[in-house]
């Protein structure tokens, strides 16, 4: 592998018109095309790319594995199928589409079409799913950072954490909470998360820039970690 770029999806440095301004989603004009600070990209079952397009805008763009968009949805908002900061987002075997909505603390699963099929809700600002086999990892954010400026910080609600769950929502093991993020098994700010082969989970933070709005010491605090299936 020489590095060599092959293809680019989009004009590189002109974000679309989305009204956004100082990362305040809550101004985003909707109906939008691709993109305004993308955050990430899932390969769905079905060989098509899918991109969670989230800080700058409110929507999920589907394209061929040609790079060619195939179609567009969502819109800010808090009601089903709207997003507040789409951030993270997998596709499962049988192509359901796992989207992030992070600011409305839940997880959205979609047809490759758009369709709304269900929510999961009650979901601490998730900021990445991973789907392996049949469980789903969430790395959550919490409410102890990350915090927008108009948002307060809420340390009676959890903090950052790693949920897993079955393909139906069920929960089947969750650890962290923020409440000491120097230990081993605790978290501060989880914003991706994998999982490999061997079953082990890889949690990445990114605790500097989470802890600019509490103004916390985050140096102490690891930046990732691995945990291996017992």
Not at 72 to 98: K, L, M, T
Not at 159 to 181: A, Q
Request: proline share 7%.
């Amino acid at each position: 592998m020489s590095g060599q770029l092959l293809r680019m999806i989009g004009p590189s440095g002109t974000p679309s018109p989305t009204g956004i301004d100082g990362m305040d989603y809550r101004k985003i004009r909707p109906g939008v095309g691709p993109y305004n600070m993308p955050t990430n990209l899932a390969i769905g079952s079905c060989g098509g790319m899918f991109v969670v397009d989230g800080y700058g805008n409110a929507r999920v763009h589907r394209f061929s594995a040609q790079g060619t968009l195939i179609s567009s949805w969502g819109e800010p908002g808090a009601r089903p199928g709207q997003f507040n900061v789409p951030h993270g987002i997998d596709c499962d075997s049988a192509g359901r589409i796992f989207v992030c909505d992070r600011e409305n603390s839940r997880i959205q699963l979609f047809s490759p079409d758009g369709e709304l099929l269900t929510i999961w809700p009650h979901i601490a600002r998730p900021c990445e799913v991973f789907i392996a086999g049949e469980f789903v990892y969430v790395a959550e954010l919490g409410y102890h950072a990350g915090i927008f400026a108009w948002n307060q910080v809420d340390r009676s609600r959890t903090g950052g954490r790693v949920s897993i769950f079955d393909l139906e929502g069920r929960l089947v093991g969750r650890w962290g909470g923020g409440w000491n993020p120097t230990q081993p098994d605790d978290f501060y700010a989880p914003h991706d998360i994998q999982v490999d082969s061997q079953g082990s989970v890889y949690v990445a933070e990114v605790k500097a820039a989470a802890a600019v709005p509490s103004g916390t010491d985050s140096t102490r605090f690891p930046s990732l970690r691995k945990f291996a299936r017992r």
